[in-house]
């Protein structure tokens, strides 16, 4: 849901980052938090527990620049993965206009990769919102460790959909730009469809 | 896009922000803010300068969406006000129909009570200007304005600019 001001000339979107617990979403805002130009960003809020997993969310305010005399801006947002937290998770999908799935490439991460998708559908679906049509990017995170799935493995398990996917390393930043401006494109042809 | 999108205005705009400074002098606030329910900040008034009010909209918006949770598990409808004291600051949040949070931070200048009745006065005004404003934009829909203001203009190259 943008928020598209006429007065300040703004348009604002919010994705969010999904996926399973420790698969690397707020890593992904803590690189682009870091190499953003300080007029571009806002505070990067995380409401965390003491251990550094996220709670609540992460926040992340971006502005990307000017179409037609209209600053875009981008509100990111990560949801909390673990999957006690399902409350929450439904809570961060409200109003949102685009979803990156973070996979966790290990292989024994397998089983809860799948888990996080099927439960982000749900999510989505119980607020009207449906997957299959929303913008959406697929990131496969933890390029960098031994243990991982081929990408060639991962498509057919988790991208059905054929989104745009990226081979990620969110610790060095490896495709975590190319991930976010998948997905920020695809917002604004959205947008520009309906509009 | 699924759900409706919020829009907003220059005329509807001004008379938002006169609403809310008027809010901010009777209540004797510190400031005074207006957020969407999915965090993003409409308009503020009174001392803004050194409060991050993009952060505050985001974490308010997050708070409202966690107690209409808890709301929500009691059986409840929704938590219609919020009120935090603190040892100087007070913020007293409360909602605007089903999308929009009016928060107001205030300390000892001025009183909870003298809050309460003044933020009671003005949601009733700002319901209206948004009231008006969904009016508009259904309007302007139906007559396809809004795609000649602005988007139908918008490249894919425009998009992949921002990208560079
Ligand atoms: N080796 C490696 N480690 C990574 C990578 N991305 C993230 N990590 C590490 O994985 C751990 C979890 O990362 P987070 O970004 O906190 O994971 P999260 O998805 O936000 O987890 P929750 O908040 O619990 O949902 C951290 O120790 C990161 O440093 C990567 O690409 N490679
Ligand atoms: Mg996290």
Redesign the pocket.
Same mark, same amino acid.
């Given at each position: 849901m943008s928020f598209i001001n006429y007065s300040s000339r703004e348009i604002n979107c919010k994705i969010v980052y999904y996926g399973p617990g420790l698969c690397g979403? +707020?890593t992904n805002l803590q690189f682009i938090y870091r190499r953003t130009n300080p007029e571009q960003k806002g505070k990067l809020i995380s409401l965390?527990t003491e251990t550094e997993? +996220?709670l609540f969310f992460?926040f992340l305010p971006l502005a990307l620049g000017d179409i037609k005399g209209f600053k875009i801006r981008f509100h990111l947002y +990560?949801v909390?993965?673990q999957v006690f937290y399902a409350a929450s998770r439904k809570l961060i999908l409200k109003g949102v206009d685009g979803v990156v799935f973070v996979a966790d490439s290990q292989i024994e991460r397998t089983e809860s990769n799948i888990e996080s998708l099927e439960d982000l559908k749900i999510n989505l679906s119980e607020q009207g919102y449906d997957l299959d049509k929303l913008p959406f990017a697929m990131q496969y995170n933890k390029r960098d460790l031994p243990n991982i799935v081929p990408v060639a493995d991962l498509e057919k398990l988790l991208n059905y959909r054929k989104v745009p996917s990226f081979e990620a390393v969110a610790v060095t930043g490896k495709g975590v730009f190319e991930t976010l401006k998948a997905v920020a494109k695809q917002v604004l042809f959205e947008l520009k469809k309906h509009y | 896009m699924m759900g409706s999108d919020l829009i907003m205005y220059e005329e509807e705009f001004q008379r938002i922000d006169a609403e809310l400074k008027k809010l901010y002098h009777q209540a004797n606030a510190k400031v005074v803010f207006l957020v969407d329910k999915n965090g993003q900040l409409i308009a503020s008034a009174g001392e803004t300068h050194d409060i991050d009010t993009t952060s505050l909209a985001s974490l308010t918006a997050g708070n409202i969406a966690a107690t209409g949770g808890i709301a929500r598990l009691l059986g409840e409808k929704e938590f219609t006000i919020l009120f935090h004291e603190g040892e100087k600051d007070n913020i007293h949040i409360s909602l605007i129909g089903q999308r929009i949070i009016l928060v107001v931070i205030f300390d000892n200048r001025t009183s909870l009570g003298l809050v309460r009745l003044r933020v009671k006065k003005s949601s009733e005004s700002l319901a209206g200007i948004f009231d008006e404003i969904t009016k508009k934009v259904e309007k302007e829909k139906g007559e396809g304005k809004l795609e000649e203001a602005l988007f139908a203009e918008i490249s894919d190259e425009d998009i992949d600019n921002l990208f560079r």
């Open positions: 979403k +707020t965390a997993r +996220t992460d +990560t909390p993965g | -």
